[in-house]
């Protein structure tokens, strides 16, 4: 094992050291539990089968209610959350979590080893990135309260990318294991319980009495930690329209609202009643292509949309203002930035070289269907402005507007759909594995798989060192910028609101409704 391995391993192991010294710190529970908190969402879940579906209406939810083996803390450090601590062996080829014991299901059925195995392996058939788990030969049960993954090679970045909630690897009974997508019984080891699920009007959680606290941290740490459910009841209300959110929050009819607009946000600041986050970079808003139909399976026709777009406008308008420009696929200042790389087709808009590379393309004005959603305003402003920029060079664009659960669907079919407006949010902050994997496997965004991109991806997997991984991730990124197959649009922040009784409410990838209390 290289110094770094070990490194690594040291610090994987510390989350253990510490829990001596964390169970002797107080229990936190200053206030009484009791009460309900009322949180808004634009959409509905389009699953509460948090393995096999990577929205973030449906990620709110889920990660209130199930948890997994290792997550990431509020830095992107993997720590554990349901296992007790991994041990890397020296050849990097297994990985042996041994379990915290005594963790209860939902159905008051005790975790073992077992429910892991089974699933880890549905995960593997079901997972929305199962591609996650492509560098795992075999899941085996080495102990009642064990589980040891063995690599086919030694996979540096394999806990980073096992750490990824954009589909989690979620812990559930084993007996739920052999259910197909979307249909178990929406039982797992959280703070809180499924209740009911009423669509288009809310999903309700209820506390879990014999959840099993992590003592070996003071608080919550990203998605681990010390969780306390000190609420009875909390409700995901589903509110598409973004003018009655912020009336309900104002008027105090609920708690938080997970994004309001930037000129809501302003007003709001002056409210005493309530409170306003800001979150820069949230996501990276882009526009995928679907590489397996006419026109957009030629490369010439693809780098035409992506010259043809004026970023600045299209941004601007999608976000009212609250955006940063920016082409590289990691965010300025962490690890992975690749500088300059592909900056000379961002933000370009010019029309003439369009309209050579359309004419290059063979291009006879078929139509260009853009898909896009009601439920997310960055999305269909997005398609609009982006319709105004291909129309201006002579691309016939139409936009097909739908709900979110709907643009899910369609986007999943081989045909109907060109170009699909999307906000990447979960995978560029967890990472360059991360956010590429969606890129490549069994059906990359943009449908099928561009061979150069696999080739790479398996590069950047194992990859020994941050220095070498970064390397591959250079050229990941200039590959992006040769086939078009997704075009960065810019960097979107998010505006979050919350009343000011809401306590210990802290913004992050999802919205941690444990450890928070409301105020009389």
């Not at 288009?200 to 009495?209: C, E, G, I, M």
């Not at 308008?317 to 590289?328: I, K, M, P, R, V």
């Not at 000379?344 to 393309?361: F, G, P, T």
């Not at 291909?390 to 899910?408: E, F, H, R, S």
């Amino acid at each position: 094992m290289d110094h770094s391995n070990r490194t690594s391993r040291r610090n994987l192991l510390a989350g253990t050291a510490l829990a001596a010294l964390a169970a002797a710190l107080p229990k936190g529970a200053a206030a009484a539990a009791g009460g309900e908190i009322i949180f808004v969402q634009g959409s509905n879940p389009p699953s509460l089968d948090a393995m096999s579906t990577s929205s973030q209406a449906s990620r709110n939810i889920n990660m209130n209610i199930y948890e997994t083996l290792y997550g990431f803390s509020e830095h992107t450090a993997p720590i554990p959350i349901l296992a007790e601590t991994v041990v890397v062996s020296d050849d990097g080829l297994t990985y042996r979590f041994p379990l915290r014991k005594g963790v209860k299901f939902h159905n008051l059925k005790e975790m073992t080893a077992k429910d892991v195995k089974a699933s880890l392996e549905r995960y593997r058939k079901v997972g929305a990135t199962s591609n996650l788990l492509e560098a795992v030969k075999s899941i085996d049960i080495t102990g009642d309260y064990e589980v040891t993954l063995t690599m086919h090679q030694a996979t540096p970045t394999f806990l980073e990318s096992f750490c990824s909630p954009r589909a989690p690897a979620v812990i559930i009974p084993e007996e739920d294991a052999l259910a197909e997508a979307g249909k178990t019984s929406i039982i797992g080891t959280g703070p809180y319980k499924y209740v009911e699920y009423v669509p288009d009007s809310h999903v309700k959680l209820t506390r879990f009495a014999e959840y099993s606290q992590d003592t070996r941290m003071p608080d919550i740490d990203g998605f681990g930690g010390r969780k306390t459910a000190y609420l009875d009841t909390v409700t995901f209300r589903i509110m598409p329209e973004p003018g009655a959110q912020t009336a309900a929050l104002e008027a105090g009819e609920v708690h938080i609202v997970e994004e309001i607009s930037v000129p809501a946000g302003k007003r709001m600041e002056k409210n005493p009643n309530i409170k306003v986050y800001k979150n820069m970079p949230w996501a990276m808003l882009t526009l995928i292509m679907n590489l397996d139909v006419a026109p957009t399976n030629n490369p010439k026709f693809r780098e035409a949309v992506q010259v043809a777009l004026n970023m600045e406008e299209v941004m601007a308008l999608a976000t009212a203002g609250f955006y940063e420009l920016d082409h590289g696929w990691q965010y300025k200042g962490t690890p992975y930035y690749a500088g300059d790389i592909g900056k000379s087709y961002y933000n370009q808009h010019d029309v003439a070289r369009a309209k050579k590379l359309l004419a290059e393309a063979g291009y006879k004005g078929e139509e260009f269907s853009i898909l896009t959603d009601s439920n997310y305003t960055e999305h269909n402003k997005a398609a609009v402005v982006i319709a105004g920029n291909l129309k201006a060079v002579g691309i016939n664009a139409v936009i097909n507007q739908v709900d979110w659960p709907t643009a899910l669907k369609i986007r999943l079919q081989p045909t109907g759909w060109h170009g699909w407006t999307l906000m990447l949010g979960i995978e560029p902050y967890v990472g360059p594995v991360a956010l590429v994997s969606t890129f490549t496997g069994k059906r990359p965004l943009f449908v099928k798989n561009d061979r150069e991109l696999d080739v790479l991806y398996q590069e950047l997997v194992i990859g020994k060192t941050v220095a070498a991984r970064k390397v591959t991730f250079a050229k990941i990124q200039k590959r992006l910028y040769e086939f078009f197959g997704i075009i960065k649009l810019g960097d979107t922040g998010q505006m979050q609101a919350a009343r000011s009784s809401v306590e210990g409410y802290r913004p992050f990838r999802f919205p941690r409704l444990y450890n928070v209390r409301v105020k009389a």
